[in-house]
């Protein structure tokens, strides 16, 4: 797949809306829509220097910015790195590299406090050298020599980006490489001299785009060095309502082979082993179900129940069975994890040997090791592990190594990074800690506590809360409450050093402030039916339990409506949208991030169709119910709402610009107490450089106190 979420030659314009709006359109605030045009760009920086004006002004902001960016920049964070042949490779910005270092080092370096790095690629010097604002998408190296990259980069943070190739031996781009234009899409090696090509080839003989109606590529090609694109095969068309086509090798030694994968919508897909002829042959399940193979495994998890050979397994199952054997119609499946009331499986993770089973109960991640034998799957317990926190794994180098990268962290421990060898038995070696996240503010005084609020309908919504040891209840705490419920996304406890020192630890306003996130329906804390319970005409279920949340925080007298705040980005915009709209009485300051608002336009702006099956199509019967959570056509100039602070980027070519700047100019339009920012640069996200992130974090929290103090 193409990293798809809602979780990368000529300068080329930022794509614009698919189509636009008719001529006797009613919506007087439509010409936001044209996201580069010279009105729209006056309207956005006049209401940037409004913003500024009114929050970036004074000392206070200073030092919070200058603080925040200092995180940001910080050397002392954890190096991430991904092992490509010999080395271990890190993407990594500070201050001198605002715009990063692909760089490498050794593991024995690696293991010492300040490793020795060697720049591979500089991106500042590159930018400066070729006159764009590039950012890392990411590099594709050619296993087993790992000469060869397909460097991914984005023009200013967009999802569109190009692919070039590059030598890790010379250090230089390759004269003459393959080399995709700006587009969404991707290239994957083949072989040394072939890739598979996803793109935007430009529309067929008939006029059919080569790109689907949720603007990602509809046909995978095959293409050889030394050709012209355009001279690529044919390996499979989708059709233009796919949401996205691909075509993958995969390079795991003794099991070569090709598959394609036709997403059909955002949750179900086909997938296709392709033969040395070009044939397709199907893995036969249900298209809902996530495929994965992995060596002689194939994978199933299922999103619903599934009856085979007269047994039903449960949604949120995992089964394995061997690939070949599957592919020649025999269907012996194992089931290695079955949910519970409380459990569901968060991720799996293959080693040369193992697999790691990542499971949330009552969203407190339990981390386990099967191993198969000629007995059957073995289950063993994965030594060493926190009893506490997030935890997340991930393999080292499946190919040839047990080895992992386990990863701890919660709201008030500064993460660390272990590297553990796994073995079949329990007598495994405990994870030796590589590195520690720097502690970015004052922890010692709150404490982590979760809760269970009960909404409209009596399902018992689980949040967790950090706060005050010494917390008075009497109603007055500043609290934010953050959420996201939607695309089956797990909220879980996080080392943040913008929310410590934004938000937790803020002595400047007389103490900090209580931090709150809610694991609502629409997110997959409880695995597919979590989600499931939230999706198109239940949206309201949702946004039932973020209320139940906020109310449930007052009842316990931690804070009060004058006091709490809330804040989402993306479809936590849209939650916090609908709670601006539809709860407005519950609130006392609303930050409205990168968000989708306008559900009647959603589908036709940029990559938006992708998410029908999330919210439903709005150009048919289902804006019955979509237009009971549009929050754009929710909206009453007669009613109050609490102040609000909306946020968004130009380069943002997932989620369009123009439902944050069209709700922001209707409700200035109303005369409503709202500010709105737009950085020119970031996708979707706060910002493309350290120094934008921390601008716009710091408005962020200088309204949050301003309003809920």
């Given at each position: ?146 000469a060869r990259c397909l460097v991914a980069l984005s023009r200013g943070g967009s999802d569109a980006d190009v692919t070039r190739e590059f030598d890790l031996t010379s250090k230089q ?537």
């Amino acid at each position: 797949m193409l990293g798809l979420s809602i979780a990368c030659g000529a300068a080329a314009a930022l794509p614009q809306p698919k189509d636009t709006m008719p001529a006797n359109s009613n919506d007087p605030h439509a010409w936001l829509e044209d996201v580069t045009g010279a009105k729209p760009l006056e309207w956005v920086h006049a209401q940037n220097a409004r913003t500024d004006a009114e929050l970036a002004g004074t000392p206070a902001f200073a030092q919070s910015e200058a603080s925040l960016r200092a995180i940001l920049d910080s050397r002392e964070k954890i190096p991430d790195v991904d092992k490509i042949g010999a080395y271990y490779y890190n993407f990594w910005k500070d201050a001198d590299h605002e715009r990063g270092l692909w760089r490498r080092t050794t593991l024995d370096e690696y293991r010492k406090p300040q490793p020795q790095w060697e720049t591979v690629i500089d991106l500042d010097a590159l930018g400066a050298a070729e006159g764009e604002k590039w950012v890392w998408h990411g590099a594709d190296c050619l296993k087993p020599a790992y000469a060869r990259c397909l460097v991914a980069l984005s023009r200013g943070g967009s999802d569109a980006d190009v692919t070039r190739e590059f030598d890790l031996t010379s250090k230089q781009w390759v004269k003459d490489g393959f080399f995709r234009p700006e587009a969404k899409g991707s290239l994957g090696w083949i072989d040394k001299d072939s890739v598979y090509v996803g793109t935007d080839f430009g529309p067929d003989a008939d006029g059919t785009s080569a790109m689907t109606a949720s603007g990602y590529p509809r046909i995978a090609k095959q293409w050889r060095r030394g050709t012209p694109m355009s001279s690529a095969s044919l390996v499979y068309a989708g059709k233009p309502s796919d949401l996205a086509i691909s075509a993958i090798h995969d390079t795991t030694p003794g099991f070569e082979r090709d598959f394609v994968s036709r997403a059909l919508d955002f949750y179900s897909d086909e997938l296709y082993l392709r033969g040395k002829d070009g044939i397709l042959a199907k893995v036969d399940v249900p298209d809902s179900v996530i495929k994965a193979v992995h060596r002689e495994w194939l994978t199933l998890q299922l999103r619903d129940p599934w009856t085979l050979d007269d047994r039903t397994y449960a949604a949120g199952s995992l089964l394995v069975a061997r690939f070949d054997d599957f592919m020649a119609g025999r269907r012996a499946v194992e089931v290695l994890f079955e949910p519970s009331a409380s459990t569901s499986l968060e991720s799996v993770t293959w080693t040369r040997h193992h697999l790691v089973l990542n499971v949330l109960d009552d969203v407190k991640n339990r981390l386990s090791v099967l191993t198969p034998g000629a007995d059957g799957w073995t289950r063993s317990a994965f030594v060493g592990a926190p009893a506490f926190g997030t935890l997340g794994v991930r393999a080292v180098d499946a190919d040839d190594s047990d080895a992992v990268w386990l990863a701890a962290t919660d709201y008030l421990t500064p993460s660390t990074l272990a590297l553990a060898e796994l073995s079949a038995g329990t007598h495994g070696q405990a994870p030796e800690v590589l590195k520690t996240m720097p502690t970015f503010f004052d922890a010692s005084r709150d404490v982590i506590e979760q809760h269970f609020a009960v909404s409209r309908d009596g399902t018992r919504v689980p949040y967790f809360l950090v706060r005050p040891k010494d917390l008075a209840l009497d109603g007055t705490a500043p609290t934010l409450l953050y959420g996201y419920g939607g695309f089956e996304v797990s909220l879980t406890p996080g080392y943040s050093g913008t929310v410590g020192k934004g938000w937790l630890e803020q002595t400047d306003h007389g103490g900090g402030g209580v931090y709150a996130v809610a694991n609502i329906r629409g997110g997959g804390e409880y695995g597919p039916r979590w989600h499931q319970a939230a999706l198109k005409q239940n949206r309201h279920k949702a946004y039932e339990d973020f209320a139940a949340v906020a109310q449930d925080l007052v009842a316990r007298r931690i804070t009060s409506p004058a006091h709490l705040g809330i804040m989402g980005g993306s479809n936590g915009g849209l939650l916090v949208g609908n709670m601006l709209t539809q709860y407005p009485q519950l609130f006392g300051a609303v930050v409205v991030q990168v968000p989708l608002l306008d559900m009647k336009r959603y589908s036709h702006l940029l990559a938006g169709a992708s998410w029908m099956a999330e919210y439903g199509d709005p150009d048919t019967a289902d804006w019955d119910y979509i237009r009971t959570f549009s929050p754009y056509q929710l909206f009453d100039p007669a009613r109050d709402y609490p102040p609000t602070f909306l946020w968004t980027t130009t380069r943002d070519d997932r989620v369009h610009p123009a439902h944050a700047r069209k709700m922001a100019a209707k409700m200035l339009a109303a005369g409503k107490d709202v500010r709105y920012f737009e950085n020119t640069e970031g996708g979707h996200g706060a910002g493309a450089t350290n120094q934008q992130a921390a601008h716009v974090w710091a408005l962020t929290y200088a309204f949050l106190w301003k309003e809920l103090k």
